[in-house]
């Protein structure tokens, strides 16, 4: 029998669902295997990042994180900012303490100046960040949770090169400056400003020619750190992923490891949402023809209590 002009629309039209089937279930398995890549890189990325301390072994320590967790508490971050080069561990030129509460959604920053004079236990009187040059992250940790009599539970090591570096991978950040210097050959203007890994890193860098000191420095390293956590939470280029994972994995180490960075995604994310920052009041002062920046005991008390009112709010 000929075939008629209606059997061959049917034809076409029983044949078109096909098609489409093909080309999606095409899409859909090249979409997975890229899925499964990054997933299998996120995981390789974490494994290199992951350094826990010697506490982590602790059965009490898990049980109390797993608590915070589960009941979605505050928890408070240090980051340290580390130049290190070949057969010198550095010191930490950069420390930020972060409590972050996910009930309030907000976040409390301190910059902790490097000169700080405090007790690094097993060492004395010392700047703080030479806990890290006595004893690494572990002594670092130790001395910041004396100093303020807040609990540190997990650290970030960021190498500043590998800052450097991410900043370029996520497109750069943007900041605003209220102050017009130049620093390495670069002049940073007033008002909005994109910066790029280099210019970003000379911009946190400064410090002698800004009358505040480190207070200043500390305040530009804060306005950056918040550009790049808001950068990345919003960053979308799927092309970029391997690099930037690559980044991470040479440059950054931290106890946390996949299970706890799957929650700090999940539940803690919002608290970029509503940023205060704290400094640290001081004097400056010679001491054994050596300058250390000199903070009282009630300035302690001070911001070790607005921290943990911070973490206590609901």
Do not use: C
Not at 184 to 193: N, P, Q, R, S
């Amino acid at each position: 029998m000929a075939e008629t002009r209606a059997d061959f629309k049917k034809k076409k039209k029983r044949k078109w669902p096909y098609w489409v089937g093909g080309i999606l279930i095409a899409i859909l398995l090249i979409g997975g295997g890229y899925a499964w890549y990054v997933w299998d890189k996120i995981h390789d990325t974490v494994d290199d990042m992951h350094e826990p301390l010697a506490r982590d072994d602790d059965p009490e320590r898990k049980q109390e994180l797993d608590n915070i967790f589960n009941k979605k508490k505050s928890l408070n971050v240090l980051l340290l900012g580390v130049d290190e080069r070949t057969g010198d561990r550095g010191r930490s030129d950069t420390m930020i303490l972060m409590s972050l509460n996910p009930k309030t959604n907000s976040m409390t920053m301190l910059s902790i100046p490097r000169d700080t004079y405090v007790n690094i236990p097993g060492h004395g009187m010392d700047k703080i960040n030479h806990a890290y040059a006595f004893g690494g992250v572990e002594l670092s940790v130790q001395t910041v949770e004396e100093a303020f009599d807040i609990p540190v539970h997990f650290y970030g090591k960021v190498n500043m090169e590998g800052f450097k570096q991410g900043v370029d991978a996520i497109g750069g950040v943007t900041i605003t400056n209220d102050r017009e210097f130049t620093q390495d050959g670069i002049t940073f203007g007033v008002g909005e400003l994109h910066l790029q890994g280099n210019e970003a890193l000379s911009y946190i860098r400064m410090r002698k020619n800004d009358p505040r000191g480190d207070m200043g420095r500390n305040e530009r390293q804060r306005q950056v750190i918040t550009a790049a956590i808001n950068e990345a939470a919003s960053f979308s280029s799927i092309t970029k992923v391997g690099d930037i994972l690559g980044i991470l994995g040479n440059n950054v180490n931290t106890d946390l490891n996949m299970k706890n960075i799957q929650n700090l995604f999940s539940n803690y994310l919002g608290t970029r949402a509503n940023v205060k920052t704290l400094e640290i009041s001081g004097s400056g002062q010679t001491i054994g023809g050596i300058w250390y920046y000199i903070v009282p005991d009630s300035e302690f008390t001070r911001l070790s209590t607005e921290m943990k009112n911070h973490m206590e709010a609901k």
